[in-house]
Structures are given as C-alpha cells and as structure tokens.
C-alpha cells in the first residue's frame, strides 16, 4: 500500500513536466547581436533554467563558444569546439577566452551536469541547443537523426536536485535557432550573445508569493530569516504564502464509490493529499497531518497577513512551529499547538474556525481554502518547490535570502525602490544588513557614496597636536635616564664576549609572494 499511494502521488507533477506546463513568467530575453543578420527584434524563443542565480535586473553579453560537445564527462576540455582559436606555444588551440557564453547540446546527461561543467571551464553563461525539433514548426527544423521525431512543447530545464552549487544562469535555446548559431560558429564566424533578465516594475510596491509545504526543509532557514526583510520592507512589499497539495481526485487516491486508495496521505475522503515526509505509512507524520498544517497556516496568514502583506505573526508561528512541534510525537499534538499560537500571539479559536468554515478535513466535501490553492498552483505552473515568485515572476536558482531580496529589491519602478534596498541590496551580508539597518561591509549604494567632510575647530586641533607631542616627549626622557646607566655596563660585555652575528636561515615568506606568482587559481 505505502508504494502504490507514493507512485499515485507522483503522477500530477510527472504529467506537468511533459507538458512543459511552468511558469516562465520572468521577462528574459535572449538576443544576437553580432551578426548582424542573425538578430531579431523580439529575441530568440528560450526555456530558463530552474537553478543557477540569474543576475535580475542585469544581463550577461558575451562572445559565444560552441563546445561542440554535450559536457557531460569528468574531463571538459576547453581547447576544442568553434570558432577556431590561435595555436598557443604547445601548439593546441588556445582556450575559450573568458569571459564567454557557452553553447552545448543537449542529451547525455542532467541539464545540471551540464551548466556545472561549464561553469568549471570558466562560462558565464550557458546556451543549451536542443536537439529535438518542435512538431509545430514543420520544415524549419531539420531532426538530427532519421526518425524524424518531434516535441509538442520544450522541456523544463529543471533541478536535478544536485544544483545547488550551480551559479552561472542558463537557457535552452530551440533547435531551429541552435542550429542556426552552431553552423555561424561552426564556420568560424563571431557571435555574440546577450542574456537579460528584468522583472515587471510595475509600481512602488513589490508582490512576493512562496510555494513551499510545512515539511519541506529547503525553504526553512530562508523563512527563518527573511521574516526580517519582510519587517524592513514593510508596506513597500506584500507577501503572499501557498501551501502546494495534491489533487486526490487527479492522483486516483478517491475511488468512484467515494472510498480512499492512498491510505493516511489525504484529508476530505482522498480530495486532498500530500506526500508521507518520513517515508513510513504505519507510524509518524503521515500526509494527511501535512495537509492539515498546510490549511491552518492559510488560515493564519487571512487573519494575520492578508491585510498588510507583512504578517509578522505568521512568520513567528511557523518558526515557533519548526522549533517546537516539527517531530512525529508532536506534529498535531493539540497542546503543542496551542503554546505555539501563545508564542506567536494568534488566537487560535479563531484559526480552528476558519479551518472548519472552509469545509474542515475529516467531512466527505471540499475545502473552499485547499480547492483555491489547487487552482492558484495550476495557473502559476508550479512544478518544483519551494517556488518563489516576484511580481509572478518564478524567481530561478535555490532559494537564499540574497537571492529573493535582491529580486525584489530589482522589481521596483526606477526610483522607486525603499531605503533598506538602497542599503542593503548590493551589501555583501544582506541579512545582517536588513537587521542593523546598515551595511557594515561598505558596499552598499549609500556607503558608496561619498562621505560629508566634517570640519574640525583650528584651536582645539593646535592644542591636541602639543600636549601629544609633551607626551612623547617626557616618556622619552624617562626612558632615556632609565636605561642609560643599564646600556654603558652592557657595552663593555659585548666588546669582552663578541660573536659573530649569523642570519636567519630559516626562509621568511614575503607579502608580494603570491603576486609574484601570478595569483593562479585552479578551477575545479
């Protein structure tokens, strides 16, 4: 039973990913701008990479490389592929010059393999080529092998679940387009690429939403802090929290005659459903408790967030509720619960309330409130979690702190943007910056600029400067009297008991050494 309801869950997100069903909602761009004839009003058509760290409100224009190879082995070797380069003084092609855009094709291996690999050769940014025509473009496509297959739609160019070490941004570049940029290369051609990306600006308030679920232990140390961000942005920003559950129905957990297939992972007789955390059916924390979490933090976040789009109170309960209740024992324990709503000071009578108003979990009916974020989570395509979105655009690579603060902090209308972005957005330690209201590093926009120059009184400096130098100048004569009878007894020792002085032999590393090295720093 426990493997039968684990495959029935996975069905929904699978059917997603084949349909290429995802929110692509972020305004990238990907254009040619050398040659000439290869540039295009509009950019080429592109899939986003669901990891790596684009530079939001930036873009990446570099020369392209093709590697002419799927980079997907343990040795890449950057002195092949096109344009052909100079021979260097061993006489092998130079390498890719950094910094480059490079092209590879798809195939062989994980699409984070891939990016990872260049990222180790020195890329700053990747052009996967497809090798899969679309169906829907007909002859201006040519397939790569005789089977003349197609695709209905392009693949999701999703995490393998490895990628967190990946930073370099990537597209997945349609064939047709691919094809097109490899036979320029392929003849030795210049092409030069630029990758964009902006968010929608649309005014001076910033919207924010996280799809995440209660036990999903990526998402905990960035809510853990960023409760701190919400605070400093205040009503600059509105947060909106989603907890992602499984249709029941679609997964085949309720059978026709209204009885349940996937055991305890579902709530409201298999409408509702989620996966089991700790992988064991029989004992601790079992679907349904998940799905029952996940309605009482919506119902937290209406009464306790949904006004002012802060909702500190929500951001304590689910901290007091990851250090206090996230364990088998404890999970739905009631008194557990209610000294977490004591911590948080919500009223949860009140919560209990809208749980049951909106059509409870045990009754054989849907929930208003789980129906609302099957809806939201087909329409917004999402497919990975956690999944954050700023102004609806899925923001891309693993979700940090820096990460989404720096999104919405890049998704103001110029101008626009609060004081705590101005500070803190460009600030080598973002969280200590938001909560000191300062950045101690000194990389912010603000301790950029210029300092104001503060006179100082002439009087008072004259006066500082004397008695600094009278102080030097007693304690040198103290010293001096001191040792003067001291040095004339030692001096006749040393004339009587003379030895040669001898060096150090021992090598003393000097300051410059790793310049004089060339400061050479191995990759990979």
């Known amino acids: 039973m426990k493997q039968y309801a684990s495959l029935l869950l996975l069905s929904p997100l699978t059917s997603a990913r084949e349909l ?24 080429y058509e592109h899939r986003e990479a669901l990891f790596g760290f684009p530079p939001y409100g930036g873009s990446i224009a570099q020369m392209v490389y093709y590697a002419d190879s ?36 798809r195939g062989g291996c994980t699409f984070v393999q891939k990016v990872r690999n260049a990222q180790k050769s020195g890329a700053a940014g990747v052009i996967v080529a497809d090798n899969v025509c679309l169906c829907n473009v007909g002859d201006e496509c040519t397939s790569s092998d005789e089977s003349h297959t197609c695709q209905t739609g392009e693949p999701i160019m999703a995490d393998d679940g490895s990628g967190s070490d990946v930073t370099i941004p990537a597209f997945l570049m349609y064939k047709q387009d691919a094809d097109l940029v490899k036979a320029h290369l392929k003849s030795n051609e210049p092409v030069q690429m630029e990758m964009t990306w902006n968010l929608p600006s649309p005014d001076d308030r910033v919207e924010y939403d996280l799809w995440t679920v209660p036990t999903d232990k990526v998402s905990r140390e960035f809510q853990s802090k960023f409760m701190d961000a919400a605070k400093a942005l205040s009503d600059h920003a509105y947060f909106t929290p989603h907890m992602y559950v499984y249709d029941g129905i679609k997964s085949k957990c309720r059978a026709s005659d209204g009885s349940e297939t996937c055991y305890n992972l579902c709530t409201n007789h298999g409408r509702y459903c989620a996966t089991d955390p700790d992988n064991n059916l029989d004992q601790g924390i079992s679907g349904a408790d998940v ?51 004591k911590q948080s000071k919500i009223d949860g009578g009140m919560i209990e309330q809208c749980m049951k108003d909106s059509g409870g979990t045990t009754n054989d009916g849907t929930n208003s409130i789980l129906e609302e974020q099957l809806e939201l989570q087909t329409e917004m395509g999402v497919v990975i979690l956690p999944t954050a979105f700023v102004n609806q655009s899925a923001i891309r690579g693993k979700l940090t702190f820096e990460n989404m603060f720096k999104a919405i902090c890049a998704g103001y209308l110029e101008s626009t ?30 301790a950029m600029a210029p300092a104001k120059k503060k006179g ?33 007894e030692q001096v006749k020792g040393i004339l009587a008991e003379y030895m040669p002085l001898e060096g150090d032999d021992g090598e003393i590393g000097m300051s410059t050494d790793f310049a004089r090295k060339g400061g050479e720093t191995m990759i990979g």
């Open 20 to 43: 290429g069903d995802t929110p692509d909602n972020v305004l990238s761009r990907l254009e040619i701008h050398i040659p000439q004839k290869l540039f295009r009003q509009d950019g």
């Open 70 to 105: 799927d980079l997907c082995g343990d040795t890449i070797d950057t002195r092949k592929g096109y344009p052909i380069r100079p021979l260097d003084d061993t006489k092998k092609m130079e390498p890719w010059p950094t910094p480059f855009i490079l092209m590879l094709d």
């Open 291 to 341: 799905v029952i979490e996940s309605l009482r933090r919506i119902c937290i976040w209406k009464h306790y967030g949904e006004d002012d789009g802060v909702g500190i109170p929500y951001w304590t309960y689910v901290n007091e509720f990851v250090e206090r209740c996230d364990t088998p024992d404890f999970y739905n324990n009631e008194d557990c619960l209610i000294d977490v709503y």
């Open 417 to 446: 943007e609060p004081l705590i972005c101005t500070k803190c957005a460009f600030c080598p330690e973002q969280h200590a910056c938001v909560v000191d209201g300062q950045c101690l590093g000194q990389t912010s926009k603000t």
């Open 456 to 488: 100082v009184n002439s009087g008072i400096f004259v006066v500082t400067i004397l008695l600094i130098i009278g102080s030097f100048a007693v304690a040198g004569l103290v010293y001096h009297r001191r040792t003067q009878e001291s040095m004339r």
